[in-house]
Nanobody, 128 residues
């Protein structure tokens, strides 16, 4: 049974940083494409960042939503079964519940439909 557990959310002032973590269990982590999404109150869940699964000597490919480029960085530690989201220069509009997602059927994915498994979410609140 696949489980995804996020951590690292919290309250931070605008301009600050947070690092989210998501630990995966139940399947071979290195074979999974991983993504981060977020959902603010009254809004639909939206794509934030994704990282492809590793294949042989190929480096992982990273994907970002335009509104986080240059501020957020996604990475993965396959030995730790963990995907990270480093968030810098946070803005009040980044306030949302952040969700980790996993997909074993595609090399990389950027839409909610493509992800098979989801974590429970972690709250990020950015004060002005």
């Amino acid at each position: 049974q696949v489980q995804l557990v996020e951590s690292g959310g919290g309250l931070v002032q605008a301009g600050g940083s947070l690092r989210l973590s998501c630990v995966a269990s139940g399947r071979t982590f290195s074979s999974a494409a991983m993504g981060w999404f977020r959902q603010a109150p009254g809004k639909e869940r939206e794509f934030v960042a994704a990282i492809s699964r590793r294949g042989g000597s190929t480096y992982s490919t990273r994907y970002y939503a335009d509104f986080v480029k240059g501020r957020f960085t996604i990475s993965r530690g396959n030995a730790e079964n963990t995907v990270y989201l480093q968030m810098n220069s946070l803005k009040p509009e980044d306030t949302a519940v952040y969700y980790c997602a996993a997909n074993w059927s595609r090399a990389g994915a950027t839409t909610t439909n493509e992800y098979e498994y989801w974590g429970q979410g972690t709250q990020v609140t950015v004060s002005s």
